[in-house]
């Protein structure tokens, strides 16, 4: 068995490099994805494809071992961290190509709140699946939420809390967004330790996410009933 320092990418076929990638990935090998991704953009590749199936592909399966409890949050930062990297890489070429978007997130802690891991993982899983995220950070009053939601025409809010005195904040938010008008506009999905699906379907939220995994899943679930709603329209 060749010794793992020894593999050098540049010698592998595409599909091995792009396997040896989801391997890098899941490592949080973040020099090692940057020189994946020249090496496949090199040989011709659309960034698009580069995205989907070697960056999207090996974080998928980063945030099934996560769901499953194979992973822990610092490997799954490590490998989010990686993943940024080959991002970083891609974006302007993406922006460029007009590749498709999965849609576009806001993201922050609620008013009072200053826990940040949950909020970040999630970012970073939303981005490593593809979508556009805005991470307006911490301690959020509803106007940064509304002001944020308006400025950067997103589809989906995503709110967390960790402190059980926060948690109802999530509330002042969704309900200025219905006296505005606008609750209908967006997808709201809220996290964080003390929360559970009651209180997210009884403050009006669409869904409550349990963790970045899940996140995830919800947000291109609701995502897609979105693109059927317009395309039937």
């Known amino acids: 068995m060749a010794d793992e320092e020894d593999i050098i990418l540049s010698e592998l076929d595409d599909e091995e490099l792009v396997l040896q990638m989801h391997d890098d990935l899941y490592d949080g090998l973040k020099e090692e994805i940057e020189e994946g991704v020249r090496i496949l953009l090199d040989r011709g590749w659309a960034p698009y494809d580069v995205l989907t199936k070697a960056l999207v592909a090996g974080m998928t399966i980063v945030g099934a071992d ?32 007009g590749a498709p978007k999965v849609g576009k997130m806001v993201i922050g802690t609620v008013k009072g709140d200053i826990h940040d891991i949950g909020k970040n993982l999630v970012g ?4 490593g699946a593809g979508f556009e995220v805005v ?6 009053p509803v106007e940064k939420y509304i002001e944020a939601l308006e400025r950067e025409d997103a589809d989906i809010l995503g709110m967390s809390a960790l402190l059980t005195t926060t948690m109802p904040y ?32 009884a403050i009006g939220a669409d869904a409550y996410c349990r963790d970045a995994a899940v996140a ?18």
Not at 79 to 96: C, F, H, S, T
Not at 216 to 233: I, Y
């Open 170 to 201: 999530m509330k002042v938010v969704i309900d200025t967004m219905k006296e505005k008008g606008m609750r209908e506009d967006f997808i709201v999905l809220v996290g964080g330790a003390p929360l559970n699906e009651e209180f997210g379907k």
């Open 66 to 97: 996560f769901r499953d409890g194979i992973l822990f949050v610092p490997e799954v930062l490590l490998a989010a961290n990686a993943m940024k990297a080959g991002m970083a890489i891609l974006k302007p070429l993406l922006a460029e190509t």
């Open 135 to 140: 991470d307006i950070g911490i301690n959020n």
């Open 124 to 127: 970073m899983m939303m981005e």
């Open 216 to 233: 995830v899943q919800t947000a291109k679930d609701f995502m897609s009933r979105k693109h059927n709603k317009l395309a039937a329209g």
